[in-house]
């Protein structure tokens, strides 16, 4: 097995304007710069900061709007939401959370959140799966072996391991929340490397749980998968304390 790597920076999204002022905006709240209630720049204002056009930055503004970031009405302003109404999972909001460092409770909440639907769905999976799936499990980890969680590929492989386990499911519910626990597996995972190579090798973990999978035996599985998540979560930095004003 290749040894630590450094990732490489992941590679910059080619965003639109609207979609960079959006991101901009969305880091500043995500990040507590902005606190729940507070009014951002009239469009007037905003659009001259970012030396934009007023469509832009209205554009901009929808954005977020639909994320849950922000509510905008007419003579009132457009003003950032409690945390309760965000769209956490969304794969742009939680990038932009970890584009800093998440605050302590964010982060162990969303470990939590993977702990409760992905240890059930390894459970399900080892009962309802098909071969082809079980294929497939195994084709991935092979690649996340040969790669490393330290390349697009590798973390390409990690996420299609999981993505195929929640397939495995059978469970149209379950398989929904793919896009979300994909985001959350995609963005720790470069959020924990940022500094340093992981510490640890993962592929063990993943093998215990293909292996229950493998046997049917829905118990380990789901043990397995609990194990792993919480090795995850202690292999993820965090400094900053929670911050209530987002609550």
């Known amino acids: 097995m290749p040894g630590p790597q450094t990732p490489a920076d992941p590679p910059v999204k080619a965003l639109r304007l609207h979609g960079t002022i959006a991101r901009k905006l969305g880091i500043a709240i995500v990040s ?3 606190a729940p209630g507070d009014l951002l720049d009239s469009e007037i204002a905003a659009s001259e900061q970012f030396a934009v056009s007023r469509t832009a930055y209205r ?3 929808r954005i977020l709007a639909a ?3 922000v509510d905008a ?4 302003g457009t003003r950032v939401n409690p945390q309760s109404k965000w769209a956490l999972l969304d794969p742009d909001v939680l990038e932009w959370t970890f584009e800093s460092e998440p605050d ?4 162990n909440s969303l470990f939590e959140l993977r702990n409760v639907v992905e240890s059930a769905a390894a459970g399900l999976a080892a009962l309802r799966r098909t071969a082809a799936q079980l294929e497939a499990m195994r084709v991935a980890l092979d690649a996340m072996a040969a790669n490393t969680l330290a390349t697009p590929e590798g973390r390409q492989a990690d996420l299609d391991f999981h993505t195929t386990l929640l397939n495995a499911t059978n469970n149209p519910f379950i398989i929904s929340l793919t896009s ?3 985001a959350a597996i995609s963005t720790t995972t470069i959020f924990k490397q940022r500094k340093r190579p992981l510490r640890r090798d993962p592929m063990p ?4 749980v293909f292996t229950a999978i493998a046997a049917k035996d829905a118990a380990k599985a789901q043990k397995a998968m609990s194990e792993l998540i919480e090795l995850a979560r202690m292999d993820t930095p965090s400094s900053r304390k929670g911050d209530k004003r987002r609550a």
């Open 205 to 208: 973990d993943h093998l215990k």
């Open 67 to 69: 994320k849950g970031l």
């Open 104 to 107: 302590l409770i964010l982060l």
């Open 180 to 182: 979300g626990v994909s």
């Open 32 to 34: 507590g710069q902005y």
């Open 59 to 61: 554009e901009a503004v």
């Open 73 to 76: 009405r007419p003579k009132v």
